[in-house]
T-cell receptor, first 112, second 116 residues
């Protein structure tokens, strides 16, 4: 079983819909990252969070440490939101290492 | 300012050949990470540098893979005797510091390696 699981694997939505992507993890973490990857490979960090909720524009990320679960929400979705969204966890540091363990990603397509 | 850059963007090689992949991190970032992403999968950790030293190389799949960062800036990932299974996108990321804080990682565009 992967340490980080995402659902759904694929998601198609119509423009304007509210979207939720889920991430569950099975290990202790110091932080959780949500990343966006567009075709061609470029990865952009959207959020880092270790508790509660963060909002940036139409994007909202929440985390429940006790349940080992995080969600990424997109409000008023738009075709330009089409991308792969990846959840990654950062384990508590041993020494100085802070490597990420990634989920397999959720491929989102928003249509007109 | 400039982000993380990686060269080449694409590399096609033949089985058994040696390849070098280069990463230029954001200036001043002391931490540098190499990840590998196979088709349809999330990235997998390979190696992490703090300054010039490899702080964690537990993700390197075998001794054909090696990485250096001699001056604490540019890093080179070296793959000897390439195999078809090495085909993937190799991603580099850098972050400002280590220590106790949680740090955002800034990713490069990746190098797509194809081993024929």
């Amino acid at each position: 079983k992967n340490e980080v699981e995402q659902s759904p694997q694929n998601l198609t939505a119509q423009e304007g819909e509210f979207i939720t992507i889920n991430c569950s993890y099975s290990v202790g973490i110091s932080a959780l990252h949500w990343l966006q990857q567009h075709p061609g490979g470029g990865i952009v960090s959207l959020f880092m969070l270790s508790s509660g909720k963060k909002k940036h524009g139409r994007l909202i990320a929440t985390i429940n440490i006790q349940e080992k679960h995080s969600s990424l929400h997109i409000t008023a979705s738009h075709p330009r939101d089409s991308a792969v969204y990846i959840c990654a966890v950062e384990r508590p540091k041993t020494g100085t290492a802070s490597k990420l363990t990634f989920g397999t990603g959720t491929r989102l397509q928003v249509t007109l | 300012g400039a982000g993380v850059s990686q060269t080449p963007s694409n590399k096609v090689t033949e089985k058994g050949k040696y390849v070098e992949l280069r990463c230029d991190p954001i200036s001043g970032h002391t931490a540098l990470y190499w990840y590998r992403q196979s088709l349809g999968q999330g990235p997998e950790f390979l190696i992490y540098f703090q300054g010039t030293g490899a702080a964690d190389d537990s993700g390197l799949p075998n001794d054909r893979f090696f990485a250096v960062r001699p001056e604490g800036s540019v890093s080179t990932l070296k793959i000897q005797r390439t195999e078809r299974g090495d085909s993937a996108v190799y991603l580099c990321a850098s972050s400002p510091a280590s220590g106790g804080a949680v740090n955002e990682q800034f990713f490069g565009p990746g190098t797509r390696l194809t081993v024929l």
